[in-house]
């Protein structure tokens, strides 16, 4: 199976006086749309039980684009505006979804599930870190294995073979041989 690689760029932009002053304009801009747009839903919903959906709030950015208050909506790209909208309508959205999927609890059994939430995310994050470091060691090795050598060989080794041996199976699991190997045969075809 052919793996995919992914690179990714990062870049320095130096903005002109201008540029920054337009991209200043746009970001608040932005910043007015989505949380306008949120205490609308918030209020909809607060008041009415009612959610806005996106063509509502759309249509709310033309009206206060029309008005006189926030007219200097129009001297911007609408674009970002739009986009705006869609991540608030998202974030709302996933709000409702887990209020639907989790009814209200006495407030004990609640702290104990908020309790193993946090314990869980904690862990979760341990992993999490565990893993960009044991990827971005990879990464520097098989960098440094490319650059340093004309000639590179590869034994195969049967690790299900290894796994079984109890006193071995982590230590063999979290070497990330695979992936290894993987990060090494796109490198060199690089």
């Known amino acids: ?21 337009r991209l200043a304009r746009t970001f608040g801009c932005v910043r007015l ?16 039980g009612k ?18 208050e926030f007219a200097f909506l129009r001297e ?17 959205a996933n709000f409702f979804a887990k209020r639907a999927k989790y009814p209200a609890f006495k407030s004990r059994k609640e702290k104990g599930s908020n309790n193993r939430a946090k ?9 999490a870190r565990a893993t960009d470091r044991r990827r971005d060691h990879l990464h520097k090795v098989t960098t440094r294995l490319v650059r340093e050598n004309q000639a590179i060989a590869v034994e195969d080794l049967t690790v299900r073979n290894l796994v079984k041996n109890r006193g071995l199976a982590r230590a063999v699991s979290d070497a990330a041989w695979r992936q290894l190997r993987s990060m090494l045969e796109y490198r060199a075809r690089w």
Do not use: C, D
């Open 119 to 127: 314990a869980r995310l904690k862990v979760a994050r341990v992993y």
């Open 51 to 68: 959610r806005v959906s996106h063509v509502e709030s759309s249509a709310m950015l033309t009206e206060w684009k029309r008005s006189g």
């Open 33 to 48: 749309v989505y949380n306008k747009a949120l205490e609308e839903r918030t209020r909809a919903y607060a008041l009415e």
């Open 76 to 92: 911007v790209s609408s674009v970002p505006l739009q986009q705006t909208l869609r991540h608030s309508q998202a974030g709302f």
């Open 1 to 21: 199976m052919a793996q995919i690689a992914k690179r990714a760029y990062r870049y320095r932009f130096y903005p002109t006086p201008e540029q920054a002053s």
